[in-house]
């Protein structure tokens, strides 16, 4: 891939989010706060380690803890907001083939 030009002209290669790891996950939204593309949604983990949807009318007996899982992978633009608020560094990025 070629590399893009800041604003300042500055060379600048996007590093895309490839998957966030649910065990080190802590949920705390702050990716999901300052991604505008909805890359990422809020998912439960249940006892069995599968990433599963929440329901409000549940009572969520079966989730272990909410975490974030991708949702729209194609969405991102590598701007890397994600990787330099997560307090864990449970996200995994990468340049575009």
């Known amino acids: 891939m070629t590399a893009l030009l800041t604003r ?37 983990l249940n006892e069995d380690g599968e990433i599963v949807e929440l329901d409000e009318d549940d009572d969520d007996d079966e989730i272990e803890k909410r975490v974030m899982a991708m949702n729209d992978a194609d969405a991102c633009i590598g701007c890397g907001a994600c990787a330099r608020v997560c307090p864990t560094n449970c996200q995994t990025h990468a340049k575009a083939a």
């Open 8 to 44: 300042g002209g500055r060379e600048w290669v996007p590093e895309y989010l490839l998957s966030i790891d649910p065990e080190a996950c802590i949920g705390c939204g702050r990716c999901f706060k300052v991604c505008g593309r909805a890359v990422m949604t809020l998912k439960g």
